[in-house]
Structure formats: C-alpha cells, structure tokens
C-alpha cells in the first residue's frame, strides 16, 4: 500500500513540476503578495526573480524563506540568499530546494549585477539539480540573465531570461530545460503606490499574466494583492519593516488544488 500510495505522489509532483514549476524560481513573500509579478522589484529576492535589478540592492542583506504549496509537505520550497554591494557592483549568493525524498530540485547560484546610469545588468550561473527517488539524479549549469531600466521617474521596464546557454537537465535523453523568459513593467503614480504587470512565457507553454498592487499604508508597514493566470491564482499580501528586518507574507490560492502560503525574512547588515 505503501509503495501505491508512493507512486500516487510521486505522479502529482511531477504533473505539478511538469507544468511550469521547471524553470520557474520565483520567490519572495513581496512579489508573492504581488501575484508573482516580480521581474522589475528590486530587493534581495532579485537574485532569483531577475538578477539584472540587484545592483539597485545598496546594503548587505541576509534572508531565509519558505513556500508551502496546498498543505502538502512534499511540496515545500526552501530558500536562502546573501548580498553584498561592492564598489564595482553587486554580489548575491542564493540556495533554492524545493520537493521531498521522492523528488525534489535544488539550485545554488553566484550572480552579479552592475548598475551603468539609468540601467543596471546582471548574470546568475547555477547549478541545477534534481532527483527522483525511483530514476537518480541529474544536474546541469545554466546561465540566467536580466536587466532593470528606469524610463522616467515613474516608470521601470524589466526582462529576464531563465536557461540562455539552453542546458539539458538528462544526460540519458538530452532533455533541454525550459527557456524561461519574463517582460514586465512597474509604474508608481506616487511614491506609495506600485503597480506590476508582466509576461511570463515557455516555450510551448501558454504565456502567464502577472499583475500586482502594493501600498504603503503607514510607514514600514505595506499591504499587497495581484493575480496570476495560467492557472488562475489571486494573492494577498503584507509587509513588514522593523528597523534591520524584512518580513514579508503572502497568501495565494490556486484555482484548482489549494492555497499557498509564502513567508520571507530578511536581515539588513
């Protein structure tokens, strides 16, 4: 019954997986909040979401977070980043695992991003592995890029490319991991106020559209919402800024399976 009820979840995971979670590393409890829409925010969380907005990151910040997708344990996400401005840009460090010991995927990468006037560039490489109990291991490199652009005061544009060298996670079969591409705008008609849209798009996967809204209600203290399609997912989100430290939750629910709950800590040192 054991090994039935094994094969069952192991079958989910891969359906869930299978459907954009490859290639698709988005975190944070910010741009969770904010229906994913995450590719022009600037924040420690930049070295997963777009690592061409990092050098717009100017103080050394520490941070641990996690995802549970729909209750379910084997279907927890893990991260962890370090970044650290230095004179000729901006460093980051950043730890991803997601899954269970039936199968799970984790990634490790070391980016760096410069700011050049109005635009700021940055490159990840990582290190990508994943693991299924019943078939092994396989890994491979892969090179992420992005840049962040202020138009005008009010206005940034971001892009961000998952997968540019096209690496293939099998040896066996020359699998190619997704190309993972996200275009999105921000605009802020006042200082309070951020409006996000953006276009998340896999080849031969129909296209996501992310939009989200955060407000400054009173000082450190932020409320969010967005949605998501592709499946449908609204979110909810709040923010919180204590003197050094950065919290952030948020709560979406997917239109078919469940809710999911995202929770982000950050230290500024």
Known sequence: MRIIISLLFLCLV?????NGQSGIYDFGGRSAGMGN???????AYSVFNNIGALARVDKTTAFVGYRNLFGVNELNTLAAGFVKPLKPGTLGVSFYRFGGD???EQKASLGFSNKFGLV????????LQQSIETLGKSSAFVIEFGGLADISKNLKVGAYVF???QASISTGTDE????????????LPIDEL????????QIDLEERVRIGVGYDLIKNFTIRTGIETNPVKG???????????LIDYAFSNHSVIGDIHDISIGITL
Do not use: Q, W
């Open 14 to 18: 891969m359906i869930f997986h299978c």
């Open 37 to 43: 829409s995450s590719v022009t925010i600037a924040d």
């Open 102 to 104: 039936l199968f799970n």
């Open 120 to 127: 700021s560039l940055g490159v990840n490489i990582s290190y």
């Open 163 to 165: 997968n540019l060298n």
């Open 176 to 187: 190619e991991l997704p190309l993972t591409m996200k275009l999105g705008v921000s605009y």
């Open 194 to 201: 951020t409006i996000n849209a953006e276009v998340l798009k």
């Open 235 to 245: 979110s909810f989100g709040l923010g919180f800024n204590p003197g050094r430290f």
